[in-house]
């Protein structure tokens, strides 16, 4: 069964910046796993950041960037709001039409 | 512009039945591959189910091989599942998204959910 881990919770300074990992149990995230970000404030739809590893959605700030970091995908936030207090979960695509969650990074700024 | 709403949830009783829809605006529907993402109370997103543009090509995660069926009907822009057996894990916010154009293989646009509660 593939699991796919982030962070429980990370926090950053207002400004400051913030990587967020996601990481495959079966080995080493790659662009062919197409790895996507979605951001989720509570009692909200989840809102499309990065998918393709490194393209930004339609109207996503530019301090969202989407990478390869070793063998895991990324999402790091440079100069963070205070807006960008929310739930963050990263997807990879399996093939032929599924995809796996991670299981979520709170991310608290303060 | 891109709408997807969803409904059809509400509180249900173990083992029983419920279908949920979700109508799509905005765009051609019967060019895209869709997909079904469910949130359990205090929990993560979890994808359920996926189906491509033509109707082809179902795919379920586990836990819905063999109760959850997806289907659609383009000629009315609407998405479906159609869920049996249900049980009280499966209680959350079902959400239905749309895959991308280009990169098919993310989650482009998300409806807003509805709740499905399995209780007696």
């Known amino acids: 069964q593939t699991v796919v881990t982030q962070e429980p919770s990370l926090s950053v300074s207002p400004g400051g910046t913030v990587t967020l990992t996601c990481a495959l149990s079966?080995?080493?995230?790659?662009?062919?796993?197409?790895p996507s970000w979605y951001q989720q404030t509570p009692g909200q739809a989840p809102r499309t950041l990065i998918y393709?590893?490194?393209l930004r959605s339609s109207g996503v700030p530019h301090r969202f960037s989407g990478s390869i970091l070793g063998n895991k995908a990324a999402l790091t936030i440079t100069g963070a709001q205070a807006d960008d207090e929310s739930a963050y979960y990263c997807?990879?695509?399996?093939?032929?039409?599924?995809?796996?969650f991670g299981g979520g990074t709170k991310v608290t700024v303060l | 512009q891109v709408q997807l709403v969803e409904s059809g949830g509400g509180v249900v009783q173990p083992g029983r039945s419920l279908r949920i829809s979700c109508v799509a605006s905005?765009?051609?529907?019967?060019?895209?591959?869709m997909h079904w993402v469910r949130q359990a109370p205090g929990k993560g997103l979890e994808w359920v189910a996926s189906?491509?543009?033509?109707?082809?090509?179902?795919q379920y995660v586990d836990f819905a091989k063999g109760r959850f069926t997806i289907s659609r009907d383009n000629s009315k822009n609407t998405l479906y599942l159609h869920m049996n057996s249900l049980r009280a894990e499966d209680t959350a916010v079902y959400y239905c998204?749309?895959?991308?154009?280009?990169?098919?293989?993310?989650?482009?646009?998300w409806g807003q959910g509805t709740l499905v509660t399995v209780s007696s």
């Open positions: 997807a990879l695509y399996m093939g032929s039409g599924i995809s796996v």
């Open positions: 189906l491509w543009h033509d109707g082809g090509n179902e």
């Open positions: 393709n590893t490194n």
């Open positions: 998204a749309r895959a991308g154009m280009v990169t098919i293989q993310y989650f482009q646009y």
């Open positions: 079966s080995g080493s995230v790659s662009t062919s796993d197409y």
């Open positions: 905005g765009f051609s529907f019967s060019d895209y591959d």
